[in-house]
């Protein structure tokens, strides 16, 4: 039997008591969707995404600014056979400060590759410790699971990020000069593009023809790292639903990998149960690993030209 449990571990520059903090607003980086104190030892909350997953925790050991301790003391999965597959597992985090950073060991005490849940589960913490709780540490905002209906009909139990659309590249340039390509997006995706893109808080619209339209506000930016835009508002005029994009996002993740530079373009919410799934994937298969990569390679990329 494989007995080795989840972990993940992630290093930032804030102090060890703003990383405690965070980790104890687990409705910032976790779910909107618990109920019940989180912040003091001996207290139960409880967690629940829709029909999926639902799950009781006590808070069994509170350190300051060194340990955290989650003791699941109940649980109910819908989507495997072994549904209190969770039940007396502990969730850890150890904090540690090594010089001018904080490390954060995350480990999920129980949770092991034998778990039939353990893949989805492995998907579902790297997000939400690796991107959603380092989010919230470094920039003050998480990635949660937004407030929803826990009676509504049942769905799978991992962030919509892990069945979104998404495309990566990596290329020999710089980080800087990644992040300033993806933010030129009148260079790789289209000269038509009418606002600005510059800086979080600008709007821009992009058109192509009678068959698409969207309104995207730039809502992150952490320079040479991390960009993501919001879409206010969309019409694809061939879709029998024109308003599919509406409310998703487009996120661009830039990281360094020995001596390139990769980035991972995610269209959060773009889904296959999405009608335009396939045609956008296609578009965005070409603006991302074609264009963009070109842009940020080259200097020049092959965005859709002004009409004549």
Known sequence: MKTQDFTNTLTVDQTPEQVFDAINNPRAWWSENISGPTNRQGEKFHYAYRNSHTCDIVVEDLIPFTKVVWHVVDNHFEFVKDKSEWKDTCIVFDITQRGEKTVVTFTHVGLVPDYECYEICEKAWTFFT??????????????????????????????????????????????????????????????????????????FEFRYKDIHYSKHRVAEQIPGRRVVWETLD????????????????????????????????????????????????????????????QLALTGKGDPVLVAV
């Open 130 to 203: 690796g991107d959603s709780l380092y989010k919230l540490i470094t920039t003050g905002k998480g990635d949660p699971i937004e407030m929803c209906d826990a009676s509504a009909d049942a769905m799978p139990a991992v962030p919509v990020a892990d069945q979104s659309l998404t495309f990566s590249f990596r290329v020999p340039a710089t980080q800087a000069e990644v992040y300033n390509a993806v933010n030129d997006v009148r260079a790789w995706w289209s000269e038509e593009v009418e606002g600005e893109s510059a800086k979080v808080g600008d709007e």
């Open 234 to 293: 969309s019409c694809l005029y061939k879709m029998e639903n024109k308003t599919e994009w509406t409310g998703t996002r487009l996120v661009f993740e830039i990281k360094k990998v020995g001596v390139e530079t990769e980035l991972r373009f995610t269209h959060v919410g773009l889904t296959p149960e999405v009608e335009c799934y396939e045609s956008c994937g296609q578009g965005w298969e070409f603006f991302i690993t074609d264009s963009l990569k």
